[in-house]
């Protein structure tokens, strides 16, 4: 007797369900990475800026090391400046209903509105949504990866609050102001009193912290892609400026790093913040020499 075999188009497709987490590789070792980095740096920069001093080795003010009096005197005493606290700007508020013991009202440091400019930039930039997306909220945790959370109606970045990110290209102009002054302090990094009182050529081990740090902002800065759109993406044709397509052909190999710019350039500050901060405060004493 013959037998009929059902053509491969009549055959009953029968959906795989498709596992959670198919992945057989210790993804999870990135996403604890970052939310352990994230903690550690939130934690920091909160202390850093409730503490309010020990921001300048050269700026009395917020210091609690007298350089004169105490066992650096006749000392050179550098010229670095914190940039947690860059650019400085003395707004003498009042926290509510706290005053120290004379009952005066005690100041705002002035770290808490100096750090939302890199707050705005860095939250909003595009490399660092994705770090905390996946890191924090599991939106997914890793490729391949079921989400934490279902979503309904997901509208993305079309509203709010998530539409508020698309404010980050104006934040990018406050960023290059911050890196403006960053090279200030740079220039002024290279400065230092002397023991005769007098100002000096000077390079030391702060001069390369807070140099480092110069250039791994400026890295990450300038290889953002909000950068790379204004540089050249803005144009409709490359061929009426060659020069511009050249300078976003550069930008656009940088972006290729701008993720490690980021996380360079988050731990450079805090080590920055941390080196003036103890040289300030008298832990130790820095190591250069004076050049003329």
């Not at 987490?21 to 993804?27: A, G, I, L, Q, T």
């Not at 960053?182 to 030391?204: C, Q, V």
């Not at 081990?205 to 791994?216: N, S, Y």
């Not at 080590?271 to 103890?278: P, W």
Request: with cysteine; net charge positive.
């Amino acid at each position: 007797m013959a037998t009929y075999s059902a053509p491969q188009s009549d055959l009953k497709r029968v959906p795989v369900p498709i596992p959670d987490n198919p992945r057989k590789d210790d993804w999870r070792t990135a996403p604890m990475a970052i939310v352990a980095t994230f903690i550690v740096f939130v934690l920091y920069s909160t202390f850093r800026a409730l503490a309010g001093n020990n921001f300048s080795t050269f700026a009395h003010e917020g210091q609690t090391f007298d350089w004169v009096t105490n066992n650096f005197k006749n000392q050179i005493m550098p010229h670095y400046w914190s940039p947690f606290y860059s650019p400085y700007i003395p707004l003498h508020f009042n926290y509510p209903f706290l005053h120290n013991q004379a009952g005066e009202g005690i100041a705002i440091s002035a770290a808490f509105y100096v750090l939302v400019i890199p707050l705005s930039f860095r939250v909003s930039c595009y490399y660092c949504r994705k770090a905390y997306y996946r890191a924090i909220f599991g939106d997914p945790a890793a490729c391949a990866v079921k989400e934490k959370f279902a979503r309904l109606n997901y509208r993305g970045e079309t509203a709010l609050p998530n539409k508020l990110f698309n404010f980050h290209r104006y934040a990018l102009y406050l960023a290059l102001v911050l890196v403006g002054f960053h090279w200030f302090h740079l220039y002024e990094a290279l400065h230092a009193t002397g023991t005769d009182g007098k100002e000096h050529l000077y390079f030391g081990l702060g001069t390369l912290v807070i140099g480092f740090d110069t250039l791994a902002l400026s890295a990450y800065v300038f290889s953002c892609h909000s950068f790379r759109h204004l540089i050249g993406g803005v144009l409709d044709r490359f061929s009426a400026n060659r020069s511009r397509f050249q300078l976003w052909s550069k930008v656009s190999h940088w972006n290729e790093y701008h993720g490690n710019f980021f996380w360079i350039s988050l731990v450079s500050v805090g080590l920055a913040d941390l080196y003036v901060c103890l040289l300030a405060s008298g832990v130790f004493r820095d190591l250069g020499i004076i050049l003329f």
